[in-house]
């Protein structure tokens, strides 16, 4: 008797991690990328790129100066509220602010790959204006810039509170599931690190609660050469860019 309670609990143990498996494949992108924050969009877009029928909307500050940057935020974050900031840090830099898809104003449905060639036909879109294009990605999105910067030109690179996997960061949360064979949201920075050839400053928050130093250190190592390394002191993950030491860094790199 005590065998067969045994084994249905085991049973039902089985079914529950089963199910827990499952919604972590069907459910990822849910748990990856969070749009609803920006669907309130306050100011309207003036910039537009057509990907096959998809319009993916954003801005631009500071137009007509022959340096660039794009920027590509995080999983919830409103780029639209970075305008202003970024146009008084950068005033001799012309910023791009595209939503991803599915965010703010842009259609479709946001996917690793999808993020990816959108980064891809933004640069291709911009750089024929601009003498350079520089890029800057946060959190999710220095997962966008890393593989952007890996496959086009960039003049340099600012990666804000990285991380070496996305897959990494995730086991580190859910070390009881086999995260590496359930995700397909990847975003692999330190497979491509390797490629790149620009400057880069990686940017840190010390307090960050979301992506660990760890995480970010092992981003740091896969670079062919060191990075440049800004710690910002007594930042959190969603407050780094509050702190004075962001903006000094930011532009002195850029600028």
Request: aromatic share 10%; proline share 5%; with cysteine.
């Amino acid at each position: 008797m005590a065998v067969r309670v045994l084994l249905v609990l085991l049973s039902l143990a089985l079914v529950a991690y089963g199910g827990i498996c499952l919604f972590m494949v069907l459910g990822q992108r849910q748990q990856v990328y969070h749009p609803e924050p920006t669907w309130r969009v306050q100011q309207a877009p003036d910039f537009e790129l057509d990907r096959n029928s998809v319009h993916l909307r954003g801005w631009v500050v500071n137009p007509g100066h022959a340096k660039a940057l794009l920027y590509f935020g995080g999983n919830g974050e409103r780029v639209e509220d970075a305008r202003g900031d970024l146009s008084r840090w950068l005033p001799d830099r012309t910023i791009y602010l595209l939503a991803y898809r599915g965010y703010a104003a842009s259609d479709g449905t946001p996917s690793e790959a999808a993020l990816v060639d959108d980064a891809v036909a933004l640069f291709d879109r911009v750089a024929p204006r601009h003498s350079t294009v520089a890029v800057l990605g946060r959190s999710l999105g220095s997962g966008v810039a890393v593989q952007l910067a890996a496959r086009r030109p960039v003049e340099r690179l600012v990666l804000v509170t990285p991380f070496d996997s996305l897959v990494r960061v995730a086991s580190g949360y859910f070390p009881w599931l086999p995260v590496n064979a359930l995700m397909r949201e990847r975003y692999e920075s330190w497979r491509y690190a390797s490629a790149l050839r620009c400057p880069v400053l990686v940017i840190r928050a010390e307090q960050d609660e979301i992506i660990s130093a760890v995480r970010t250190a092992a981003l740091i190592q896969a670079f062919p050469q060191s990075p440049l390394e800004q710690v910002v002191a007594d930042a959190g993950h969603n407050t780094v860019q509050d702190y004075a030491d962001y903006r000094v860094a930011l532009s002195r790199f850029l600028q």
